[in-house]
């Protein structure tokens, strides 16, 4: 995912979801942050980034299902009393692109 970039908010009742766009060498917001599920993240966030025509098809695709692996990791997370370090480095292992703030 060349320049764009998944921003995570891991919150005990949401997960908040942003996109950012690298320009030079510092990243600017692409998107609104997007709190599933509350609304409708993946939607909202598809919804903007097919509003940008210099966004490649197979790179919006790779955007949408890193989502989709986050919003499953958070479901689980929240499905368990507890977490432990097992689960935090599982999530941390598939988000290259994001960063997350919040993460238990």
Same mark, same amino acid.
């Given at each position: 995912?060349?320049?764009?970039?998944?921003?995570?908010?891991?919150?005990?009742?949401?997960?908040?979801?942003?996109?950012?766009?690298?320009?030079?060498?510092?990243?600017?917001?692409?998107?609104?942050?997007?709190?599933?599920?509350? /609304? $409708?993240?993946? !939607?909202? #966030?598809?919804?903007? @980034?097919?509003?940008?025509?210099?966004?490649?098809?197979?790179?919006?695709?790779?955007?949408?299902?890193?989502?989709?692996?986050?919003?499953?990791?958070?479901?689980?997370?929240?499905?368990?009393?507890?977490?432990? /370090? $097992?689960?935090? !480095?599982? #999530?941390?292992?598939? @988000?290259?692109?994001?960063?997350?703030?919040?993460?238990?």
């Amino acid at each position: 995912m060349g320049c764009l970039k998944l921003q995570a908010l891991w919150l005990d009742n949401s997960l908040g979801l942003s996109v950012n766009q690298q320009v030079n060498e510092s990243y600017v917001p692409l998107t609104s942050y997007y709190f599933w599920p509350v /609304n $409708e993240a993946w !939607e909202q #966030i598809r919804f903007e @980034l097919e509003s940008k025509p210099w966004i490649s098809d197979s790179e919006r695709i790779k955007l949408l299902n890193l989502i989709v692996d986050i919003m499953n990791q958070w479901q689980q997370a929240c499905t368990k009393l507890s977490g432990n /370090n $097992e689960d935090n !480095e599982k #999530i941390e292992s598939i @988000l290259d692109n994001t960063v997350l703030v919040g993460l238990p």
